[in-house]
Nanobody, 124 residues
Framework: QVQLVESGGGLVQAGDSLRLSCAAS????????MGWFRQGPGKEREFVAY????????YYADSVKGRFTISRINARKMVYLQMNSLKPEDTAVYYC?????????????????WGQGTQVAVSS
């Protein structure tokens, strides 16, 4: 059974950092683009970042570019999201997702598997 399990969320102050982790039980982890999405209070789920299957390519939403870094370790079946200079508007539930598409995607409908989410709250 495929499972994605996020961890690392919490309550921090503006300007602080957090690192989210996602452990994936995917049979062939390196066959999936891995993405992070988030859903703030009263908002739709939105794309944050993805990393290609090999880890050689990354892409970020404009709102997090320069502050967040996505990475993966295929041998450990892990993906990470390092979040620096956090802002109150980053408050959301953060989801890890896996996409088997040939090319990396930024839309939620493209992703095949999802974690349960981890809460990030940033106070001003």
């Amino acid at each position: 059974q495929v499972q994605l399990v996020e961890s690392g969320g919490g309550l921090v102050q503006a300007g602080d950092s957090l690192r989210l982790s996602c452990a994936a039980s995917l049979p062939i982890f390196s066959s999936y683009t891995m993405g992070w999405f988030r859903q703030g209070p009263g908002k739709e789920r939105e794309f944050v970042a993805y990393i290609s299957k090999s880890g050689g390519s990354t892409y970020y939403a404009d709102s997090v570019k320069g502050r967040f870094t996505i990475s993966r370790i295929n041998a450990r079946k892990m993906v990470y999201l390092q979040m620096n200079s956090l802002k109150p508007e980053d408050t959301a539930v953060y989801y890890c997702a896996a996409d088997a598409s040939i090319l990396p995607q930024t839309t939620t409908r493209s992703y095949d598997y999802w974690g349960q989410g981890t809460q990030v709250a940033v106070s001003s």
